[in-house]
């Protein structure tokens, strides 16, 4: 008896040493994708009218009065189709050369052609268009010349989906993008470009005024530089394991 005992006593603490070695691999990885981030949102605000920024160049958003967090185990803020949280312009916000955006994103319930998550006035954007599919636009010098990457794939509604749109600075063969981690298909447009800063500003759960996500996010990072294969799963499985540890 005191035998079973004893090696229950052991299995219950290595399952608990498992779960602490889990959450430190958690920060450990955040950590290292961190220094390569321009900026880096949780979504976890509770109070307040601030989106934060948990780099240290502080790039932090002011709320519209239509986004709103909502608590399902971990916080999300929920995007209205008119609400976005703008961040003022700064010469890092503009990917001028090769960049990288992951976002954890649920779905609007119902698309329309113009579901933006993120977008800067003839710089960038990137949002659900034309049949739920994903869309990446980069603008030449500040004009409404474009060049784009839209996916093979239609996504469903209320759903949610870990993104990585990777860019190489090449031009529209350079961008790739990834869901849940697994590379998509997709239609290049529009051949080379040279991204400039327009002084605008950056708008986050929207990629224009009115044209808004009207889903949910709980993560939205740009890095400045592509994520390499190691990387994009690193920041993909601290991402489930940051979620499964919160239910």
């Known amino acids: 008896m005191r035998t079973i005992l004893c090696i229950l006593f052991l299995l219950i603490s290595l399952a608990g040493y498992s779960q602490n070695l889990d959450w430190f691999e958690v920060q450990q990885q955040q950590s290292t994708l961190l220094g390569k981030a321009v900026f880096w949102y949780d979504f976890d605000e509770t109070t307040g009218t601030t989106l934060y920024d948990k780099t240290s160049n502080s790039f932090d958003g002011a709320n519209d009065a239509n986004v709103t967090i909502q608590s ?15 961040v003022s312009d700064h010469d890092l916000l503009t990917p001028s050369g090769a960049f990288s955006i992951a976002a954890i994103i649920t779905t609007p319930s119902s698309f329309t052609n113009y579901n933006g998550f993120i977008g800067k006035s003839n710089e960038f954007l990137v949002g659900f268009f034309n049949e739920a599919k994903l869309q990446l636009r980069l603008y030449n010098n500040g004009t409404s010349t474009f060049i784009s990457f839209r996916t093979s794939m239609s996504f469903s509604a209320s759903t949610e989906y870990f993104i990585v749109v990777n860019y190489d600075g090449t031009g529209d063969s350079g961008i790739d993008v990834y869901v849940d981690n697994v590379s998509q298909a997709g239609t290049p447009w529009g051949g080379t470009v040279s991204v400039s800063n327009t002084t605008n500003d950056l708008l986050i759960g929207a990629y224009g005024y009115g044209n808004g996500l009207n ?5 939205l990072v740009l890095f400045d ?11 993909y499985n601290s991402g489930t394991k940051v979620y499964y540890e919160n239910l």
């Open 215 to 219: 889903g949910k996010m709980r993560q």
């Open 72 to 86: 399902d185990g971990i916080d999300q803020y929920h995007f209205a189709a008119s609400a976005e949280s703008v």
């Open 225 to 235: 530089d592509i994520l390499t294969a190691d990387e994009r799963s690193e920041w």
